[in-house]
């Protein structure tokens, strides 16, 4: 009966580690910030395939496509409404860049962790 018992917290003791284990590499690891300017607010691109845009609008031509991705915010302002069924609605658009001195794209702010308006990126 002792070595049923012992095998019994054995496997238990396995399990719970495993289990444990399981829990932690399951959880996403935020990607670091991209150590661009360091006076600009990081902003991070939360969502996958997101269109970074000439202008705040989506009828702007596109530039990029990022996915999960650190970028420096220049400013944010009001443009076009965007309409995600997924995530919401938000008129609010990041100027950003992917590295101190690229060229700036806009990302609508739906897709920018921080809310309808990101705290810490100053207006246009």
């Not at 399981?22 to 991070?44: E, F, I, S, W």
Request: contains cysteine; hydrophobic residues 40%; glycine residues 8%.
């Amino acid at each position: 009966m002792k070595r049923l018992i012992s095998r019994s917290a054995l496997g238990l003791a396995v399990a719970a580690l495993a289990v444990g284990g399981l829990a932690t590499t399951a959880r996403a690891t935020p990607a670091t910030a991209n150590g661009g300017d360091p006076t600009l607010t990081d902003v991070y691109i939360w969502a996958t395939d997101v269109n970074l845009r000439q202008q705040p609008t989506t009828d702007s031509p596109r530039l990029a496509v990022r996915s999960q991705w650190w970028a420096d915010a220049v400013c944010q302002k009001q443009g076009q409404t965007v309409h995600d069924p997924a995530v919401g609605t938000n008129n609010w658009w990041t100027a950003v860049m992917e590295f101190s001195g690229s060229d700036i794209a806009w990302v609508n702010n739906l897709y920018i962790r921080g809310g309808e308006k990101i705290a810490g990126v100053p207006d246009c």
